[in-house]
């Protein structure tokens, strides 16, 4: 059984995607992430990089609502966010990682200006911020993944990361 407080804090993690705050998710969110992101890093959007963000974030949304969206509307609400995606995601973080990486993956390639395939800790917050992770939080992310000084964070640990922030609310 789910308890009150994991569907409470799991709830407030909604917001992250609900990019336009209208009270539910779509395509249109997704979009507009990988464009606030392309804008944030000065990325275009018609370049290599842009279009593969944009086919990124429309996997990306066609795998939450394929687990989420229960009544075939194109829209996830907060409670088919909680109630759908989540509770199947959250005994198995991996599914979510394999509907997110090529997002991420894209994500992570319009970010990392130098090309060797890390970001560094200013740009993994960078990265938060467009999803609406606080400030204070997404230093302590970005702290935390950068930690074994291997000098920026990569695909390997973001990835598993990034579902385990938004499946486990601790």
Request: no cysteine; proline share 4%.
């Amino acid at each position: 059984m789910v308890s009150t407080e994991y569907e409470r804090r799991i709830a407030a993690r909604f917001a992250s995607f609900d990019q336009d705050g209208n009270g539910w998710i779509d395509r249109g969110d997704f979009n507009a992430a990988a464009k606030a992101l392309l804008a944030e890093f000065a990325v275009p959007a018609r370049s290599a990089r842009g279009q593969a963000l944009y086919a990124g974030a429309e996997a990306f949304w066609q795998g939450m609502a394929g687990i989420a969206d229960r009544d075939g509307d194109q829209r996830i609400t907060r409670e088919e966010f909680v109630t759908g995606a989540v509770k199947r995601l959250r005994d198995n973080p991996d599914r979510f990682a394999e509907i997110a990486r090529p997002f991420l993956h894209a994500a992570l390639a319009v970010a990392d200006a130098d090309g060797d395939g890390l970001i560094g800790a200013d740009d993994t917050v960078r990265v938060l911020r467009v999803f609406h992770v606080p400030q204070e939080t997404a230093r302590q992310v970005a702290a935390a993944l950068g930690a074994d000084g291997e000098g920026g964070v990569g695909e390997q640990r973001i990835v598993p990361a990034f579902a385990r922030y938004f499946t486990v609310p601790e």
